[in-house]
């Protein structure tokens, strides 16, 4: 019997979870649920509903797996631990400094409820988070090194859109080459926030705005650009249509460690990924762990769980059998 997945939340990355279920072919989606009139919202799957988020609770018996797809910000700290207490659930949480608070809340619902909720997956957190395990365990003696990009960043590109003056605009994160050639080297070098990524933003000015003073709100704004070289570039609507309008990412996570009696032998262990549409790729993995998150519970585990606590053949819809005959 297939797995059937709920869809909370259809924004970029729902749709993202409801191309993902087609791909499975030991998946099915039987509910989307949204904020917004269910009617004006329009899926892509034939022959499934779409309800109101106040709907959920009520179908719970017929979702394996409810997959939430609000922001870090407001939406899944509430969101994850409430859900929790009726469905196995999977959320895509990203906030790296809130991840212990947020487990702790989440733990409690699910383990009240007899349910699993997979938290915080995604390529990072997630995949990046599972090469940095890997790495550190195998190189003890090292240091780690990540870098994003060259991708738009959403949160900073919102930050743009919030200054006055500005009409539309998109963020790129991008890694300094130099940077990254010198962890590639093995030499160990510490790298400030500054010295590791540029961002470059393309902004579209309301007519009259002020640029000079739209550049320079941008380049000091906290906690988004003081820290880092900025570059500003001014364009037209029809230019950031045009040239601007995907959502591609990516990314390195580098650890760079030594072994042998006196460290004399260096190594680099390096995962990257060049993705045409981030929120497709965190809705990829994230269809994976729900298939995980499903079997575990039907084998009797409860609570909180992340990427470290799954194990692979949990991922995969091949059998173990399978598994080891063709990627072992």
């Not at 700290?77 to 990203?94: G, I, M, R």
């Not at 212990?100 to 349910?115: I, L, M, R, T």
Request: hydrophobic content about 35%; proline content about 4%.
């Amino acid at each position: 019997m297939a797995i059937r997945i709920g869809i909370l939340g259809y924004g970029n990355l729902g749709r993202g979870i409801e191309c993902a279920v087609k791909q499975n072919p030991d998946m099915e989606l039987v509910a989307v649920f949204t904020r917004r009139a269910p009617e004006s919202v329009k899926i892509l799957t034939p022959n499934v509903s779409v309800y109101h988020v106040d709907e959920a609770v009520s179908k719970k018996d017929e979702i394996d797996v409810l997959i939430l797809c609000g922001g870090s910000a407001t939406d899944l700290p509430v969101q994850t631990p409430e859900y929790a207490k009726y469905f196995n659930v999977v959320d895509s949480f990203d906030t790296h400094a809130r991840i212990p608070e947020h487990f702790a809340n989440v733990d409690a619902a699910a383990k009240e409820s007899g349910k699993v909720a997979m938290i915080s997956v995604g390529w990072d957190p997630g995949m990046f988070s599972l090469n940095r395990l890997y790495a550190n365990a195998i190189l003890p003696d090292g240091k780690d090194y990540t870098f994003w990009g060259k991708g738009v960043s959403q949160g900073h590109s919102d930050a743009i859109r919030r200054v006055e003056g500005v009409k539309d605009g998109k963020q790129y994160t991008i890694p300094v080459d130099s940077a990254l050639e010198a962890v590639r080297s093995g030499s160990n070098p510490e790298l400030t926030t500054r010295q590791k990524h540029i961002r470059e933003c393309f902004v579209v000015a309301e007519e009259g705005a002020d640029l000079a003073k739209i550049e320079q709100e941008i380049k000091s704004m906290p906690n988004y650009f003081a820290d880092y070289d900025t570059i500003v570039n001014f364009i037209s609507e029809e230019e950031l249509k045009r040239d601007h309008s995907g959502i591609p990412h990516g990314g390195f996570v580098i650890r760079s460690g030594k072994t042998g009696w006196n460290g004399e032998h260096q190594h680099i262990v390096e995962y990257n990924l060049k993705l045409d549409s981030n929120p497709e790729f965190t809705a990829s993995v994230i269809t994976a762990y729900a298939r995980a998150a499903y079997r575990m519970q039907k084998d009797g585990q409860t609570g909180c769980k992340t990427v470290f606590d799954v194990a692979p053949v949990y991922l995969s819809n091949s059998s173990a059998e399978d598994l080891r005959a063709h990627l072992l």
